[in-house]
T-cell receptor, first 112, second 111 residues
């Protein structure tokens, strides 16, 4: 399979446990953030987003937390499943601008 | 339910060849982007376009050019392919309010 992250940090989690993936973003002026999931050989897929006027946002089995004080973003995945195995990376943006800044990603491995 | 389509999943080209990577989106988005993705470096922006016939350089435009003659299509051109352009190339589109929708990627190998 294709590897998009030979040198990525890896988080190994037992199936059924919760996963927490962290991201330090770079620009204090960023006000929109997205988490993407990228499976081997595929393009990144949108998981969840959050705007800077929020600290927390929940989706189905996923929660994103934003701490603007320390420029930190986290993705929590509840009851991690084998299908969650992928590379996860965050993206930051200033609303009204075209460009996103992407993190380098974390590889999540789910152990059966 | 395909929204951003990249014409090739895998390409092998020779050094010096002119290479065209095609991307089509069906969401009527104004903005389209080309990134390359390399191990340990993440996604790096090559070029983007915010309208037909409009383009702007990203962070690593050297050795590349782009074409956007129609709103739905954004082409990346490697004028003279080199081995250091071996990479995964990702096309994306967006509107002003939401994040990117990515294509599946083109894995280009230059030999």
């Amino acid at each position: 399979g294709e590897s998009v992250g030979l040198h990525l940090p890896t988080l190994s989690v037992q199936e059924g446990d919760n996963s927490i993936i962290n991201c330090a973003y770079s620009n204090s002026a960023s006000d929109y953030f997205i988490w993407y999931k990228q499976e081997s050989g595929k393009g990144p897929q949108f998981i969840i987003d959050i705007r800077s006027n929020m600290d927390k946002r929940q989706g189905q089995r996923v929660t994103v937390l934003l701490n603007k004080t320390v420029k930190h973003l986290s993705l929590q995945i509840a009851a991690t499943q084998p299908g969650d195995s992928a590379v996860y990376f965050c993206a930051e943006n200033m609303l009204g601008t075209y460009k996103y800044i992407f993190g380098t990603g974390t590889r999540l491995k789910v152990l059966a | 339910d395909v929204k951003v389509t990249q014409s090739s999943r895998y390409l092998v080209k020779r050094t010096g060849e002119k290479v065209f990577l095609e991307c089509v989106q069906d969401m009527d988005h104004e903005n389209m982007f080309w990134y390359r993705q390399d191990p340990g470096l993440g996604l790096r922006l090559i070029y983007f376009s915010y309208d037909v016939k409009m383009k702007e350089k990203g962070d690593i435009p050297e050795g590349y050019s782009v074409s956007r003659e129609k709103k739905e299509r954004f082409s990346l051109i490697l004028e003279s392919a080199s081995t250091n352009q071996t990479s995964m190339y990702l096309c994306a589109s967006s509107d002003q309010e939401d994040g990117y929708t990515f294509g599946s990627g083109t894995r280009l190998t230059v030999v």
